[in-house]
């Protein structure tokens, strides 16, 4: 059993930053996917940035340049840095852990962006 716990979700004007972690409780140097997902009201949950197995990285369309996804494999922590933030980045997002054929999930936290 994997736990996800993210922090780090809060109010920021647009054109500011925010920082996001999540910490597991297993060793994430053995997940096979490992990443971030956001669901904004009314709408389906979308893949953010997640590290692929074989330690690629992949984003959305609608982040690259602005957010970067990071892993600290020693203090099992995956961090999510969002920059140039936007109205239309708000979501409560979400950690995700592929391991062994099951999906884990986080309770999420809250990003809102104001205009």
């Known amino acids: 059993q994997v736990q996800l716990v993210e922090s780090g979700g809060g109010l920021v004007q647009a054109g500011g930053s925010l920082s996001l972690s999540c910490v597991a409780s297993?060793?994430?140097?053995?997940?096979?996917?490992l990443g971030w997902y956001r669901q904004a009201p009314g709408k389906q949950r979308e893949l953010v940035a997640i590290?692929?197995?074989?330690?690629?990285?992949d984003y959305a369309d609608s982040v690259k340049g602005r957010f970067t996804i990071s892993r600290d494999n020693a203090k099992n922590t995956v961090s999510l840095q969002m920059n140039s933030l936007k109205p239309e980045d708000t979501a409560v997002y979400y950690c995700?852990?592929?391991?062994?054929?099951?999906?884990?999930w986080g309770k999420g936290t809250l990003v809102t962006v104001s205009s």
């Open positions: 995700n852990a592929y391991y062994l054929f099951n999906d884990y």
């Open positions: 590290f692929t197995r074989g330690g690629k990285t």
């Open positions: 297993g060793s994430i140097s053995s997940f096979s996917d």
